[in-house]
């Protein structure tokens, strides 16, 4: 059951589904910042931002800006998330080669998130996927709310089935299913992601983007490894929620799904310790103590843990 081995992608979201629920706007330095420290701690995916209206989000107002100022780092992934042609146009202005493109489906949620039915929502992003497969860009396609919506609770999975073999046929070359209200469970994420593998391309690489709304992120990521997904969503501290969904709490923390891949004896090629001074930056920035459990925790070894005492 646990046989589990090989290496995992970690994409780190703190900059986009992290930040684009606060208050509090970070400024292109602070992102700069951030952007360093995942850098440095190993990351190799990271999302930037989002190319959204900055009426409806403003802390992706400068994506655009971002983009433009980044010093790419070899074996790094820049990626961003698109909604419509509007989006892919300003991401193909300033370079980006690597995009996720995705709809919802939940139509309440779709209604909330781009004021489109699923049916309209997937009729105008199809051509957005084929012109962004067209310009060279690396699409993944994605489908949130895929294990149920805030609003409308149960999906029904023949709706994500449906849509995961349309993007699989347009040519995407990933197919992310996104627990976006965090209503998932173990079985249900096992169970969605082996039928979903049956119906898209052999070479098309399957995601899962969890949020720990009821605290089973984690659960359901390894569920997702034992189903053969190797590439999961997660963000620094834990940060992260839906503006337009009710009560959807953080993604899982970066640092603890790493933890827990590398107790398990699998690789992500991040430094989970590396990530603690920059969850503490955070923690201050915004004034709480961010979700996730690793950045509070000492391992034995540890500087600072050898005069702990023994318990009962």
């Not at 197919?175 to 169970?191: E, K």
């Not at 119906?199 to 189903?227: C, F, K, W, Y």
């Not at 430094?271 to 103590?289: C, F, H, N, Q």
Request: proline residues 4%.
């Amino acid at each position: 059951m646990y046989d589990l081995k090989g290496d995992v992608l970690i994409e780190d979201e703190f900059l986009r589904d992290g930040l684009q629920n606060e208050k509090r706007l970070f400024s292109i330095e602070e992102k700069l910042g951030f952007l360093t420290d995942l850098e440095a701690a190993g990351c190799r995916r990271i999302q930037l931002g989002s190319f959204v209206h900055p009426k409806w989000v403003p802390s992706m107002a400068d994506t655009d800006e971002l983009f433009s100022r980044i010093t790419p780092k070899a074996g790094v992934t820049y990626t961003a998330l698109i909604l419509n042609k509007a989006g892919l146009d300003r991401a193909l202005d300033v370079g980006v080669k690597h995009l996720s493109i995705s709809v919802s489906a939940s139509e309440t949620h779709s209604m909330k998130n781009t004021n489109r039915s699923v049916e309209d929502a997937r009729a105008r992003i199809a051509p957005v996927i084929e012109k962004a497969l067209a310009e060279g860009v690396a699409v993944r396609a994605g489908i949130q709310s895929a294990f149920g919506c805030g609003f409308e609770g149960e999906i029904n999975p023949a709706v994500v089935l449906d849509i995961a073999r349309q993007w699989s046929d347009l040519g995407a070359h990933e197919i992310n299913l996104a627990d976006s209200s965090g209503l998932g469970n173990p079985r249900q994420i096992f169970d969605l992601c082996r039928v979903v593998r049956d119906v898209i391309r052999p070479e098309v690489q399957l995601s899962l983007h969890l949020h720990d709304t009821r605290g089973l992120g984690l659960a359901n990521m390894v569920a997702g490894l034992q189903a053969g997904v190797r590439i999961f969503d997660a963000a620094l501290g834990g940060l992260g929620g839906c503006p337009f969904l009710p009560k959807a709490t953080g993604n899982i923390a970066t640092e603890d799904a790493v933890f827990a891949l590398t107790e398990m004896g699998m690789a992500t090629g991040i430094d989970w310790r590396a990530l603690k001074p920059a969850i503490a930056r955070a923690e201050e920035m915004l004034g709480r103590r961010l979700p996730g459990r690793m950045g509070h925790i000492n391992q034995p070894g540890d500087a600072g843990t050898e005069d702990l005492g023994a318990c009962a």
